[in-house]
């Protein structure tokens, strides 16, 4: 788990900002993605959470492509976000299991 830096200053609305932009990257990586939810705070050591659904098709392309664009900004803003990226059948099967329950 990365850690953030005493000295960093954060800011909600700039926290919601970024949040807003790593979504509107997934969406323009992949205009089907959908927004499952958000939560700021996140939880344990995250500052956002965030879970997205792509088609099975984007979602390596979508994955890897907002992975580095959460450490470009851990890096450079101290912002530990997490964006849960999942595939259309792996939620598909999730929400079938949470339904069989």
Known sequence: MRKHSPKAK???RRL???VNDLIAYAKE???EAEVLGVKIPGYEELDAIAEIVVP???YEEVDE???HREFEIFM???YDIGIRVLSRS???G???KMKSM
Do not use: R, V
């Open 76 to 78: 450079t803003e101290g």
């Open 90 to 92: 792996d939620y598909e």
């Open 94 to 96: 999730i929400m079938a």
């Open 56 to 58: 099975d098709e984007k």
């Open 29 to 31: 990586l992949c205009p």
């Open 65 to 67: 492509a907002i992975a």
């Open 10 to 12: 954060f800011s909600k």
């Open 16 to 18: 919601k900002q970024l």
